[in-house]
Nanobody, 124 residues
């Protein structure tokens, strides 16, 4: 079992920044691909960024150049730095994990472990 706990959400004005953190416990963190997902009100959950084993990342087009994800295996933590936030970034952000190197389509179908989410609200 892997337990994931997100933190760092909050209310920010358009153009502002937030950094989300996700701490994992229970198994060997370095053996897991991490993903950040989000779900806005009335919308389906979407994969935002993938942080594969070894640190390679994938970002959806709408956040490229604004969001950066990194992982610190020594701290069992993955981060999501969000800059130039827009109202359309408002959502509950979830951290998720799956062992190994899942593909993007596989990740979009679901992950093995999920956090409870942290709310990000971008509003003036």
């Amino acid at each position: 079992q892997v337990q994931l706990v997100e933190s760092g959400g909050g209310v920010v004005q358009p153009g502002g920044s937030l950094r989300l953190s996700c701490v994992a416990s229970g198994r060997t963190f370095s053996a897991y691909t991490m993903g950040w997902f989000r779900q806005a009100p009335g919308k389906e959950r979407e994969l935002v960024v993938t942080n594969w084993i070894g640190g390679t990342t994938y970002y959806i087009d709408s956040v490229k150049g604004r969001f950066t994800s990194s992982r610190d295996n020594a701290k069992n933590t993955v981060y999501l730095q969000m800059n130039s936030l827009k109202p359309e970034d408002t959502a509950v952000y979830y951290c998720a994990a799956s062992e190994g190197m899942p593909t993007i389509p596989t990740m979009r179908r679901g992950m093995a472990y999920w956090g409870k989410g942290t709310l990000v609200t971008v509003s003036s």
